[in-house]
């Protein structure tokens, strides 16, 4: 007696959702860089383009920023003048593009010489009790004063120059951070692990260069980033006033004030150098809240 058996259909299995969506791209590690943290991306883009713009600014299409042509005066933007000439003649586009170079100098250098003179300054009255009374009672005079009101006197005292003009700036910008890094350094030489130094007989130069210092880095980081664009903010303030770089060098500050007085007739004199220094400052802003929010880690994202 013969068996037959049915044979079952043949059932496919349902296909899953991974196959039917398309596969993930992973990022390498600069797309995650850029995903975490867009801000620095594009602040940090932004700075090295105006970097660049001011290094290679004479490959740019450029002709001599202090060439005068007489005949050429107040010449509307066009082919042969992209941003327009001045009252003298010279080529706004060239000195706006010239114009970065001190704008960028003076930014960075009294970001740099501010924070490491500042950083230097806290550090030691900090943590050594007996300096503290002093040099703090300077500092809280000197930041009474405006910073701006300062710079303004100090120039008045000195010639004219780029470098008085960053002198002037790290005056008053300086103890501002020797503030702030005061008070990390307050908090932070009540942890246990600088008692445990101190009890130790650890020097003193050793604590601070091991345990404090470290600490400390990133805050006067993010406050460099916004006394470059406050520095570069002041810088164009005292050259439009006649108490910052003298005429004869392209700054934005001084195109903006030489053409005021045209401002109601020809105002691209003004407008053009107005915008590349708020783009720069722009660029800087963002780059240093990239910062705080990367380097702080209660504000720093969770991706």
């Known amino acids: 007696m013969s068996t037959t058996t049915a044979s079952s259909p043949n059932f496919t299995a349902a296909p899953q959702l991974a196959d039917v969506l398309p596969p993930r791209k992973e990022r390498g590690p600069v797309g995650m860089f850029i995903y975490r943290h867009p801000t620095i991306a594009v602040g940090g883009f932004m700075v090295i383009l105006f970097i660049l713009m001011a290094i290679f600014a004479p490959l740019l299409w450029t002709a001599d920023p202090t060439a005068l042509a007489p005949a050429k005066r107040t010449r509307a933007p066009s082919a042969e003048f992209w941003f327009g000439s001045d009252m003298l003649g010279r080529d706004v586009y060239s000195r706006v593009i010239y114009g970065a170079r001190i704008s960028l100098i003076v930014g960075f250098a009294v970001a740099i010489i501010s924070a490491v003179l500042g950083l230097a300054i806290g550090l030691i009255s900090g943590f050594v009790r007996s300096v503290d009374a002093v040099v703090m009672r300077v500092v809280d005079g000197l930041m009474s004063i405006p910073s701006i009101l300062l710079a303004i006197a100090m120039m008045a005292l000195t010639r004219a120059s780029v470098e008085n003009v960053i002198f002037a700036l790290v005056v008053a910008d300086a103890p501002r951070v020797a503030r702030l890094v005061r008070g990390v350094v307050l908090t932070l030489r009540e942890q246990p692990y600088v008692e445990a130094a101190i009890a130790s007989g650890t020097r003193v130069p050793k604590i601070i260069w091991k345990h404090i210092l470290p600490n400390t880095l990133a805050p006067v980081t993010v406050q460099a980033t916004f006394f470059c664009a406050s520095a570069m903010i002041s810088e ?68």
């Open 236 to 303: 164009a303030t005292l050259s439009f006033i006649g108490a910052g770089t003298p005429p004869i060098i392209p700054s934005w500050g001084n195109i903006m004030a030489e053409g005021r007085a045209l401002w109601q007739v020809k105002p691209y004199i003004v407008f053009f150098p107005a915008i590349f220094l708020s783009l720069t400052v722009l660029s800087v802003n963002l780059l240093g809240d990239g910062l705080r929010d990367a380097l702080d880690p209660r504000m720093a994202k969770r991706i």
